[in-house]
């Protein structure tokens, strides 16, 4: 199973390792992508704050995210698993798991991003800021830069990690860098968390998409099968396995071929 994530803009303040080896990362076919958008980036940062504010699309209020950027190749580093504070992040909360389930995650969890395309969870990397959604001058849209590097090295990265299901937890924005194809597209799912309440004027369930709670809940999923030790083959058996972890799940099969599976997890409480 291939768990693909969002990262989150909410990240430990420092590293506490060694500086950036770019060598050292995972997916090395992005190798050559990443030292582009890290190159410019740094050289962006370093040359015009206020311009980098602006591609970057930061307040004001963060405003010291552009000096984290200039230092990326001299600042301390820590695992992704462990540089992400997001929601999404603390309700998986890596650290809890066993020592099985943190086996699997190393093997199984990929993190998307703007600025290294995608890194597994125990990869070393400094405290960043830049978003899927950047353009920048040189590299133009970074969804688009990153769209032929992924689509060389994800297949392989899917087998690497045991074959079965691709769980595709990313928001659209990153979802834009690499969508499956072909027979692995048969085998992605992607998830949408749906609110169920009852109208209590009528007595007819609505429900409604949940924005910021959909982060919570995905992580919860994905610490579940992680626990559960859950290696599902294909999307069916995907939703028997949430099925069985007891969350609500309703399935749509892909109309057609090169199509990925979509699934609803409908929740009665978010919190």
């Known amino acids: 199973m291939l768990v693909l994530l969002p990262p989150s803009e909410g990240k430990a303040a420092s590293g506490r390792g060694a500086p950036l080896k770019p060598e050292s990362l995972s997916l090395p076919g992005l190798a050559g992508a ?12 370093a040359a015009d704050e206020e311009k980098a504010r602006e591609v970057l699309g ?21 695992p992704a698993g462990q540089l992400y504070t997001g929601v ?22 990929l993190v ?8 597994h969870i125990g990869d070393r ?61 048969a085998r992605t799912a992607t998830v949408r968390v749906l609110h169920a309440q009852i109208d209590p004027a009528t007595g007819a369930e609505k429900r409604s998409v949940v ?3 959909n982060k919570t809940t995905k992580g919860r999923i994905v610490r579940d099968l992680l626990t559960a030790g859950a290696r599902p083959k294909d999307p ?16 749509k099969p892909p109309a057609r071929a090169g199509k990925t599976w979509e699934l609803d997890v409908v929740v009665t409480e978010i919190h």
């Not at 990443?34 to 940062?45: G, M, N, P, Q, S």
């Not at 998307?112 to 890194?119: D, P, R």
């Open 112 to 119: 998307f991003s703007g600025l290294w395309g995608a890194v």
């Open 211 to 213: 924005s910021h709670f």
């Open 58 to 78: 930061l307040t004001e209020g963060l405003r010291g995210e552009v000096a984290k950027n200039v230092l990326l190749r001299t600042a301390g580093t820590r």
């Open 125 to 185: 990397i400094p405290p960043y800021r830049c978003s899927m959604g950047v353009k920048l001058p040189g590299v133009g849209a970074l969804a688009g830069h990153w769209r032929a590097p992924m689509a060389a090295v994800l297949p392989s990265a899917a087998e690497a990690a045991g074959g079965g299901v691709v769980l595709d937890l990313r928001s659209s924005a990153y979802a834009a860098a690499w969508r499956a194809e072909g027979e692995l597209a």
């Open 236 to 251: 069916a058996r995907l939703v028997e396995a949430l099925r069985e972890l007891g969350y609500v799940v309703e399935a």
């Open 34 to 45: 990443r030292e582009a958008v890290l190159d410019e980036l740094v050289e962006l940062c």
């Open 88 to 109: 999404l992040y603390d309700a998986l909360d890596l650290a809890t798991l066993d020592a099985a389930a943190r086996r699997r995650a190393a093997k199984s969890l």
